[in-house]
């Protein structure tokens, strides 16, 4: 074989290698950005959840007790405490479509079972309005926190958390 052919080999060898990765590499983006509308990677700031990394999946299937990421609804109250453009929250779903919720002397019920109980007044002073009572209407949630300050469903300002508010259903990973 001369050199001029061997030459014309590799070159053409060079470029379907070229090719072929770009290809794959292109592929690989695609997947990836597929991938990326449907999850995300949530860091918690708040001491709401015990949790600092969360795993959510968008458009995933909410049961109780998981913990959903959603856009809280704009308030007065939740401009003071988180800004003009507060994150993404974080909580437990406590009821879910059809289940019943009550009150009494503060403390919530979903289904008879006590879920959480409601303070007077906020870390800066303001009064606290109690959020929403009854059957849990479709597509809605009330979501609670573990922690004494959790800023939820047991006040006004959240109240129920609705289809499309919800962000994803998150799964603890740290």
């Known amino acids: 074989m001369l050199p001029a052919d061997r030459l014309i080999r590799s070159a053409s ?5 070229l090719w072929g990765g770009l290809g794959a590499g292109a592929l690989a983006l695609s997947s990836l950005a597929a991938f990326a ?7 918690n700031v708040s001491p709401s959840l015990p949790y ?13 007790g998981d913990i959903i990421l959603f856009d809280p609804p704009a308030s007065p109250l ?3 405490h988180f800004g003009a453009e507060p ?3 974080g909580k437990r779903v406590s009821g879910v479509p059809g289940d019943i919720v009550t009150e009494q002397n503060r ?4 289904n008879g079972q006590a879920v959480a109980k409601a303070k007077l007044t906020s870390r800066l002073g303001e009064p606290l309005a109690l959020g929403p009572t009854g059957r849990v209407p479709k597509s809605c949630y009330f979501v609670t926190s573990e922690h004494k300050d959790g800023f939820d469903s047991r006040y006004a300002a959240i109240g129920w958390i609705c289809g499309p508010r ?4 998150g799964r603890p990973i740290l």
């Not at 060898?13 to 290698?17: K, S």
């Not at 509308?37 to 860091?43: D, E, K, P």
């Not at 600092?52 to 109780?64: I, S």
């Open 13 to 17: 060898a060079r470029r379907l290698v």
């Open 37 to 43: 509308q449907g999850h995300a990677l949530m860091i």
């Open 52 to 64: 600092w990394a969360v795993w959510v999946t968008r458009g995933a299937p909410v049961h109780r």
């Open 78 to 80: 939740l401009s003071k």
């Open 87 to 89: 994150k993404p929250f």
């Open 107 to 110: 403390t919530y019920f979903v």
């Open 166 to 169: 919800i962000l994803g259903v």
